[in-house]
């Protein structure tokens, strides 16, 4: 007989409250999720526009791998994929206010449901309570976005592959290193001084 592996409680179910009755805890997830929506609203919002590429400098991937850590993989697809929607109705969620999806970013959106889903899910494992697995975990987060993101770019502009890691993937390597350096000595720290109290 083998034992069932039980997944590792994430940083909103230690840091939120649980409640007892049942609306309270439907009332407590869509507070969770709509509080991701609001933040990964607000990081891609904080945009540097660089002349070079159609693709805006944000903090949006750095959200995405909060709310993944946070939330645990099916509240952070429900809350990218609330994001995800909303834009593609038509509220001004994406970066620079954009809507729909019809532009060269695009696709970097679609990665963050699914680098979300990924990061969550090794959350779950465990892997954002020490640095090396931590670190890596953030560089697979910024992997999967730019799977999704790369190509459309190169679709949406009618470019090669190569023209499109040039102007969607190496201009942001600089800032994704601090992210991930930035991932690897926060959270790791936080568990640990959750476990202290």
Known sequence: MTAIAVPAPVLSDVLVPRLPA???????????????????????????????TP??????????????????????FAATGTYLLLGLLGAPMFAQGASGWAFASFGYILGYVAASVLVGHLARRRA???????????????????????????GFLGIGLAEALAIGVVPFLLGDAIKAVAAAALLPATWRLIDRT
């Open 55 to 76: 693709v805006p400098l944000s903090l949006a991937t750095f959200s995405v791998l909060l709310i993944g850590v946070a939330l645990g993989p099916l509240r952070a």
């Open 128 to 154: 954002d309570r020490r640095v090396l697995p931590m670190a890596l975990v953030a560089i697979a987060s910024t992997g999967v976005v730019y799977l999704f993101g790369v190509p459309w770019l190169a």
């Open 22 to 52: 049942a609306a309270q805890r439907v009332v407590r997830e869509l507070l969770l999720a709509s509080g991701a929506v609001a933040l990964l609203w607000a990081a891609g919002n904080i945009v540097i526009p660089l002349p070079f």
